[in-house]
């Protein structure tokens, strides 16, 4: 179990960029497009800024890994990694599908992990053992076969540029409900048990390390895409355990 006091401090940390954020939501904000063409906001730095100036004031020992503002004090026994804004077309859009990461390692390993809603008010924390979604526990749905499943992924445009489309495509034809739509507030929803697969084929550090104590914290696993390990991946698979060896099945065929 993590300490209570790093809970309630990846609880502060949210508070404040969530405050922030809903500020700038459905406002006329100005986008930014960064080197590879993704987009950002005042908001986006803003929060990451603010959740930045809290750690250094709370644990100044502490390295920090930021999508807006790179990495600071490296090697640190502890590491805080902040997506702001994950999902930051859809906050530009207007839509409420984006969300606040925010994970806390320990040598390397994800111990905690925060997805945000700030518009929606709903946060779900999970540590590897339990997860809550506003301090009530949730699990992962049971789900052993494809053809019940839910199953959420991001731009299968992605897909086809990294793994190719016609696995991808089996598979969304297989299931009983498929929605194009990604980012962290998906591996909300699977760990809350309204979904039961959720594919990603690109991620960033900054992605993934938040999502990995929240889907295993509600019962559930997560891989890459070949089915290797989650820490430092660069794709990923969520699912239930009777689920997910299916879904790399289908995904990956021999």
Request: charged share 25%.
């Amino acid at each position: 179990m993590v300490d209570l006091e790093f809970r309630l401090f990846a609880e502060e940390l949210a508070q404040v960029a969530g405050s922030i954020i809903r500020r700038y939501y459905r406002s006329a904000l100005a986008v930014e497009e960064k080197e590879d063409t993704s987009p950002v906001t005042q908001a986006d730095k803003e929060a990451e800024e603010a959740m930045r100036e809290l750690i250094h004031r709370r644990y100044p020992e502490h390295g920090i890994l930021g999508e807006e503002h790179g990495e600071e004090n490296a090697g640190s026994e502890y590491r805080w990694v902040l997506d702001p804004v994950d999902g930051t077309k859809s906050f530009v859009l207007g839509m409420p599908l984006f969300v606040t990461l925010i994970a806390l390692e320990h040598r390397g390993q994800p111990i905690l992990g925060v997805i945000d809603q700030p518009i929606l008010h709903e946060r779900v924390i999970g540590d590897g053992t339990e997860t809550r979604l506003n301090g009530t526990p949730v699990r992962a749905r049971s789900c052993a076969s494809i053809k019940d499943a839910y199953l959420l992924a991001t731009d299968p445009i992605l897909v086809e540029k990294y793994f190719g489309r016609t696995a991808f495509d089996q598979l969304n034809r297989a299931v009983k409900c498929y929605r194009c739509t990604g980012d962290g507030y998906a591996y909300a929803l699977l760990a809350a048990g309204f979904v039961d697969i959720v594919l990603d084929p690109i991620m960033n550090p900054w992605d993934i390390a938040a999502v990995i104590p929240v889907v295993r914290g509600a019962g559930a696993v997560i891989t890459d895409w070949r089915g290797g390990e989650a820490v430092g991946a660069s794709s990923s698979i969520a699912a239930s355990g009777e689920l997910h060896p299916k879904v790399i099945a289908t995904l990956n065929p021999r």
